[in-house]
DNA sequence: AGGCTTTTTGCAACTAGTTGCACAACGGGC
DNA sequence: GCCCGTTGTGCAACTAGTTGCAAAAAGCCT
């Protein structure tokens, strides 16, 4: 149940509305969890009737019929309950890898063109994170919340490190694998 | 739709009954594709249903009695079509992330103890693959199919290294952190 | 033989996430 | 004034995975 807490957090970064936190979710808190924007609504719904966020009262005109939701005191205890709590480590599941585990049995015939989109994926989100480190943590800035964002984008950073490696060391392997399947 | 390939390349690895799949979740294929035996249940009688595996021919089923299942030629095609289809990255969902981010935001109390069970089972599972990796794949077997069995293992060797690895500078970060919430 | 436990299979209900679409409001172009 | 694309919100149906429980067969004990 992560959902709802990824969007308080979100919340108490800056309260927002429904698309903006869509738009949010598209990068920065949607790099480690992902959502749509029905999956975002809905949850607004249900987090507004358990009375831990609410609508700021309408401020400026702008377009639309826009609702700006922040979090309650309420919500912000919850999200602290919540990351405090223990929690299993989640239970791991990458198709990736099960293809591979796959193509040991049926063969590799047409595996190697997705590895290599995979990793050109990879790339460019590694150099993603690159350029917000650059812009957002120079050396010099160390306040508490900062170093826990930092240490975050770290593990983004690695893990992406990580599959660009594994990726490049994988299709080098192919080049030298009989190709027949 | 992975679990469907999951069973099917476990199946061709070796026909097994429902049970004796779900033993072989819990290691091996499930290192990177975890299922619980209801899942499993389901989706070998769907798998037959399609015509994609069928029962060994031993005795005709009943409740409580023991079904083998292995996979048909159209289960065999299926799985390579898939394993060759282009698939587009996962998105990721991390909630261990998820929750350093919040506690960015509503403090760091109580998560220490958590990340250490974390360190600890990242380590453990590092020493198993180790061990498997030592077990199974010695120097001189490369077999083509060994070669991406073993690159697979890698890539879970190299996942659980990095965890232990990032874990272990989080804590380390924790304790030069002013401990207020 | 009678009951007790384990093995093996499975149903049903629930939770979480995805996909496809609807609809209202507003701004801009003609 | 009217169509049209954009912004913003939302419902409904579907797919995938989880949890809790139960029931048939088989072995085990005395």
New interface residues.
């Given amino acids: 149940m992560?959902l709802p807490?990824?969007i308080?957090?979100a919340l108490?970064?800056k309260p927002s509305s429904g698309l903006e936190l869509t738009r949010r979710f598209d990068k920065s808190?949607g790099?480690?969890?992902?959502a749509t924007h029905q999956q975002i609504y809905r949850e607004l719904g249900k987090l507004e009737a358990e009375g831990l966020i609410r609508t700021l009262p309408a401020e400026q005109p702008a377009r639309g019929q826009k609702k700006s939701y922040e979090v309650l005191p309420a919500g912000?205890a919850e999200?602290?309950r919540?990351?405090?709590?223990?929690?299993d480590?989640?239970?791991?599941?990458?198709?990736?890898?099960?293809?591979?585990?796959?193509?040991?049995?049926?063969?590799?015939?047409?595996?190697e063109?997705?590895l290599r989109?995979?990793l050109e994926?990879?790339r460019r989100q590694l150099a993603e994170y690159r350029e917000i480190e650059r812009r957002d943590f120079p050396p010099d800035r160390d306040a508490?919340?900062?170093?826990?964002?930092h240490?975050?984008l770290?593990?983004?950073i690695?893990?992406e490190t990580?599959w660009t490696?594994?990726l490049t060391?994988?299709l080098a392997?192919f080049a030298e694998?009989?190709d027949a399947?």
């Fill in positions: 992560s807490h990824a308080l957090t108490l970064e808190i790099y480690f969890w992902s912000r999200l602290a919540w990351t405090a709590a223990a929690q480590p989640k239970t791991m599941r990458d198709p990736l890898l099960l293809r591979l585990r796959a193509a040991a049995v049926v063969g590799t015939a047409g595996l063109d997705d989109r995979h994926s990879h508490p919340e900062d170093r826990l964002r240490l975050v770290r593990a983004g690695d893990l990580f490696q594994w060391h994988a392997e694998l009989p399947d």
